[in-house]
């Protein structure tokens, strides 16, 4: 447990359905992330959010739609994906929103198969 | 965000000390190194990070020369499970996102 938690783990959903991944952590971090991970590729990064503000939209789809109510939660919305967002989708979480320290701590990540 | 390049894959034997070399010719006065490690199916842990010259903990070593134009981690006596992809990572401590390479991807054999 690192401290960061993604549910749910694995997530099957069809290209019509609309689904919801959620990041929490409790080590008083202030800006969270959202990475996708894609088979034998490196992590991309999606979104930033620095103190619930988000600072980075990496052009990804508005078919993802990040949310963050609080320094501790982070949602991802999905509706109408493609097979090809099939990935393990991964939250992290900093403190001060910089590599200060001892960096980014990942969660275990969501594995989503789009069928 | 300065550029890293580092070996796609390597292989060793349980018992070895394997030493994983990262490129970053064009890194920052501001820079730090840092190295995560990533299991299949799992996000990225922090490993080790550095300014110059060597840093130690209880996991690896990192081994940083003067000019700071590479970087070598260092883990000894792998085991099988420490069969994982490295990631090799230059930035500002103040910067707001990472961004990962390919890494290394590490193969321990029996």
């Known amino acids: 447990e690192t401290g960061v938690t993604q549910t749910p783990r694995h997530l099957v959903m069809g290209m019509t359905n609309k689904k919801s991944l959620k990041c929490e952590q409790h080590?008083?971090?202030?800006?969270m992330y959202w990475y996708k991970q894609s088979a034998k590729k490196p992590l991309e990064l999606m979104f930033v959010?620095?103190?619930?503000?988000?600072?980075e939209n990496n052009s990804v789809p508005s078919r993802f739609s990040p949310e963050c109510p609080n320094s501790s939660h982070l949602f991802l919305h999905l509706h109408t994906l493609q097979p090809e967002d099939s990935a393990l989708y991964l939250c992290?979480?900093?403190?001060?929103?910089?590599?200060?320290?001892?960096?980014?701590?990942f969660g275990s990540g969501t594995r989503l198969t789009v069928v | 965000l300065a550029k890293t390049t580092q070996p796609i894959s390597m292989d060793s034997y349980e018992g070895q000390e394997v030493n994983i070399t990262c490129s970053h010719n064009?890194?920052?006065?501001?820079?730090?190194i840092t190295w995560y490690q990533q299991f299949p199916s799992q996000g990225p842990r922090f490993i080790i990070q550095?300014?110059?010259t060597k840093v130690t903990n209880e996991v690896a070593s990192l081994f940083i020369p003067a000019d700071r134009k590479s970087s070598t981690l260092s883990l000894p006596r792998v085991s099988l499970s420490d069969t994982a992809v490295y990631y090799c990572?230059?930035?500002?401590?103040?910067?707001?996102?990472?961004?990962f390479g390919k890494g290394t991807r590490l193969h321990i054999l029996p």
């Open positions: 992290a979480s900093s403190q001060d929103g910089g590599g200060a320290n001892y960096g980014y701590t």
């Open positions: 080590l008083g971090h202030n800006a």
């Open positions: 959010y620095n103190f619930k503000e988000q600072t």
């Open positions: 064009n890194i920052a006065t501001n820079d730090y």
């Open positions: 550095g300014y110059k």
């Open positions: 990572l230059v930035g500002d401590m103040r910067d707001d996102k990472i961004i």
